[in-house]
């Protein structure tokens, strides 16, 4: 039960960080905006609120001394997986304060960039807060007035990160990987039961379009190979009648 549930966390941590960095793209672009600084805010403010609760779950059936060596290795590697996805958060808070601080939205010192990216980032934004439709209720200046929070904000990642390595002793690189890696790109299955989903995996070709593609390119080969012989036999026909006459 504990394992489920603390996979269902960090497959819900690791979605909004996702739909966290696809908005950090959109910032100094055309598609930047106001309604796009508070997606940002509520996105990043979410993930912030699913940390805590991973790091909570996780350090406390770290520290039980009665779990079992199978369950304590299962634990460690989800561990692993969730100082990963905090990592990535604080880069990308990081690179969001440099981009807000570059391209303000109330007094623009610079054009924003043409980048190709169009359209509202709004449906990205809804499955990060689980809602059918953002509700927009920032101030005019949320372009300004959030960065000091958000600089405040990284300071306290980084903090609850330094906090997690020494509560928790957890070496990354004695973490065994279950599957091979980009095994989860070819699986068929959903990407998990989490209402915040974000990512959609493409499915594997059908095994019969393979089988036949593969039965297609050997009857190629066998092809390709009778026709050389023929040209070499007729090569070799016309040479003997050459030095012959």
Known sequence: MGKEECKT?????????ACYRHLVIALGSTSDSQNLREELKKTRKKAQELAVANRTKLTTLLKDKTIS?????????LWVLFSSSMELLEVDMKRSLEIGQDFPLKVPTRHLIQTGM???TNAVAARAMSVQNMKYEADSNIDTADLR??????????QMMEEMEMKVQV?????????????ELKS??????????????????????EGGGGREGGSGSVGAVVVFFVIVAVALVLGYLVVNM
């Open 9 to 17: 966390m960090l497959d819900a941590l690791n979605k909004v960080t």
């Open 69 to 77: 060596k199978e369950d304590r290795a299962e634990y460690e590697r």
């Open 118 to 120: 169009t359209g509202s």
């Open 149 to 158: 929070d958000l600089q405040t904000e990284i300071t306290q990642v980084s």
């Open 171 to 183: 070496a990354p690189w004695a973490v065994v990987a279950k599957q091979e890696a980009g095994a």
């Open 188 to 209: 068929n299955m959903s990407v998990g039961n989490s209402s915040v989903g974000v990512i959609s995996i493409c499915e594997e070709e059908p095994k019969d379009d």
